[in-house]
């Protein structure tokens, strides 16, 4: 499975970013999708997964309300839409992919394949 990220930029507080997440070499409905980010000097932490089918969704507590995961299974793309973006939320962004069922992954060790990251900056 290879994950290519893109979509990320520079963007000023309360504005928009779509990331997306487009996976090639396995059938992309076999896996689970979720987004994780790393901002500067930290570690790379959870953000939101969804299942296979998509009909599920989990999100980390600061970004419920403002971000949503979604996927298109005949595209074989995952997308993160980020609204109402804050300082806070600059990092790199990574998605990943899990073979298998369920959706609620947190942990970076429940995945099996990683994209290269995009970067999101957010300015005050």
């Known amino acids: 499975v290879q994950l290519q990220a893109s979509g990320g930029g520079l963007v000023q507080a309360g504005g928009s970013l779509r990331l997306s997440c487009v996976c090639s070499g396995r059938t992309f409905n076999s896996v689970n999708m979720g987004w994780f980010r790393q901002a500067p000097g930290g570690g790379r932490v959870f953000v939101a997964s969804?299942?296979?089918?998509?009909?599920?969704?989990y999100y980390t507590d600061s970004v419920k309300g403002r971000f949503t995961i979604s996927r298109d299974n005949a595209a074989n793309t995952a997308y993160l839409q980020m609204n109402n973006l804050k300082p806070e939320d600059t990092a790199v962004y990574y998605c990943?992919?899990?073979?298998?069922?369920?959706?609620?992954?947190?942990?970076?060790?429940?995945?099996?394949?990683w994209g290269q990251g995009t970067l999101v900056t957010v300015s005050s």
């Open positions: 990943a992919a899990r073979q298998g069922d369920g959706f609620v992954y947190t942990a970076i060790t429940d995945y099996d394949y």
């Open positions: 969804i299942e296979r089918n998509g009909g599920s969704t």
